[in-house]
């Protein structure tokens, strides 16, 4: 068996809890140790003492299969942040951005929608009567992505 690259697990474990990101888990684990790593080392990792994901799957603000020409849209990583606040796994950043946001969204009486057969996929669209959240809500969801740890 190779020799364990994990120096202090209890260190590893504050980093998770802090909200950390792999990528600054492999940088500080190369400055720090001189260990090279790598993301799946920390996912697994993570998968093997139980620890949250920090990935939240919410299919009620992002009940589409997003193509994946258009899974770095702006409004798509917004209301990721917005899962990630509603579950309190939001980070500063997250929190920062989203504010700011959020006042757009608001002050143009606008609400997100997808489109997947067009270039850009998301726009904002007026909101009507009927939109209680952050998107124009489809009349069926499409995203099929579970949980990976169920």
């Avoid at 998770?16 to 993301?39: C, L, N, P, S």
């Avoid at 920090?54 to 849209?73: G, M, S, T, Y």
Wanted: proline letters at 5%.
């Amino acid at each position: 068996m190779g020799k364990r690259k994990i120096q202090d697990e209890q260190e590893v474990i504050r980093w998770f809890e802090e909200g950390r990101t792999y990528q600054w888990m492999i940088d500080e684990y190369k400055r720090k140790y001189h260990i090279d790593t790598v993301a799946s080392m920390w996912g697994n990792f993570r998968r093997r003492r139980g620890l949250d994901r920090r990935i939240v799957r919410n299919d009620e603000l992002i009940p589409w299969f997003v193509k994946e020409e258009h899974r770095w849209a702006y409004p798509l990583a917004m209301l990721r942040a917005e899962a990630r606040r509603r579950e309190d796994k939001a980070t500063e950043d997250d929190l920062t951005r989203l504010a700011a946001w959020k006042k757009m969204i608001e002050e143009n009486n606008v609400v997100v929608h997808y489109d997947p057969d067009t270039e850009d996929g998301f726009f904002y669209i007026p909101r009507e009567p009927q939109d209680d959240d952050l998107i124009r809500r489809p009349a069926k969801k499409t995203t099929h992505r579970p949980n990976a740890d169920r």
